[in-house]
């Protein structure tokens, strides 16, 4: 008769305690700078703001872009491994001193389009995971691409030549040795501060993709572009563990489904949103989604598209792998075994 009650009670209790775990879920989540474009407001933000809708789950989410918030976008990854938010959407060179794994993604040279990218993404992520939640606490929910980072000039140039003795804005170190090859100064500086910055010659130059610098109104401050791609760009969504752990497992479900859903979604609208960026920004038509300016686009020459490519193993890799190995033992094996050996290298 006992061991029946203490029976009938287990099972109340654990029925009661999976009803408040189902019951709702509180989630607060730091999102891209507003100022970055249409990605954060377009995508982004109303997807969390209608989270219930797309995810499936009961769920209160308090979201707040990290340049509202006031918190610098470098400090992502800490942000998540203190639990001050649930869910950080990243950018990825801007953590990248963080954590270095996280760069392999998209080194320079690496994507140079979307199909290759997503490529990639998919060889490694398993890696990055791996190493977000052995240092931070934390696991990947999803990477999406912000667009084909291309530089903007205040001074007139016709090629990567021409940027000897420049100060470049650059958003990693291997966009930093990248410049370098070239005679110029690469300066890592947050994607806020850099319009000013440009206006006042803190910085001659500034690499970023065309949507952002358009919303952000770099064409402003500019006189050319030249529409080159170095790299995508890669952001994401990491979550807490504490907070997935806490779960359940259809909750966890129906949670990555959502950020699967929203980060496939976000690579077919980067990828729409990059050549219209690029002709508001010189005046070109059709321009549907941003402001139209006059920059002046440079050619892309043979010579600059061949210098990009020779970046990745001859300054990206190396310098990238020297970092990621100091951090993350086996760094540069795991790359090699699955986007090297996609490359054949």
């Not at 929910?141 to 021409?162: E, H, R």
């Not at 500086?189 to 690499?207: N, R």
């Not at 300016?293 to 600059?304: C, R």
């Not at 990009?308 to 075994?337: H, I, T, Y």
Request: glycine fraction near 8%.
């Amino acid at each position: 008769m006992k061991r029946t009650y203490i029976a009938k009670a287990a099972l109340v209790v654990s029925l009661f305690s999976g009803s408040v775990l189902a019951e709702s879920v509180s989630l607060r989540v730091l999102g891209q700078p507003v100022g970055s474009g249409l990605i954060q407001q377009k995508k982004e933000q109303p997807f969390f703001e209608m989270f219930a809708k797309h995810s499936g789950l009961d769920a209160k989410i308090t979201y707040l872009p990290v340049d509202v918030a006031g918190i610098p976008d470098n400090d992502g990854m800490r942000v998540v491994r203190t639990g001050l938010f649930d869910i950080v959407s990243f950018r990825g060179s801007q953590i990248s001193r963080d954590e270095p794994t996280l760069l392999g993604l998209d080194l320079v040279g690496l994507n140079p389009d979307y199909e290759t990218g997503k490529a990639n993404v998919a060889a490694f992520l398993p890696t990055v995971d791996k190493a977000v939640q052995s240092r931070f606490n934390a696991k990947v929910l999803g990477v999406w691409p912000a667009g084909p980072q291309v530089i903007f000039c205040k001074p007139k140039i016709d090629n990567l030549n021409a940027l000897k003795g420049l100060k470049v804005r650059v958003g990693d170190q291997t966009a930093s040795a990248f410049v370098a090859q070239f005679g110029a100064t690469g300066v890592p500086m947050p994607f806020g501060e850099v319009q000013q910055s440009l206006a006042k010659g803190v910085v001659d130059c500034a690499i970023t993709g065309p949507a952002s610098a358009n919303s952000a109104g770099w064409p402003e401050v500019t006189t050319t572009v030249l529409p080159i791609a170095l790299q995508l760009a890669m952001n994401g969504y990491v979550i807490n563990l504490n907070t997935w752990n806490k779960l359940t497992a259809t909750q966890q479900s129906e949670l990555q489904n959502a950020m699967n859903k929203l980060s496939d979604d976000i690579w077919h609208y980067s990828e729409a949103l990059y050549q219209d960026a690029l002709n508001c920004n010189t005046g070109k038509t059709p321009c549907l989604h941003g402001k139209p300016y006059a920059l002046e686009a440079a050619p892309v020459s043979q010579s600059d598209l061949r210098a990009v490519s020779d970046a990745l193993v001859g300054s990206s890799l190396p310098g990238w792998a020297k970092q990621c190995n100091a951090v993350n033992k086996g760094c540069e094996d795991a790359w090699m075994n699955t986007i090297g050996k996609r490359l054949g290298l």
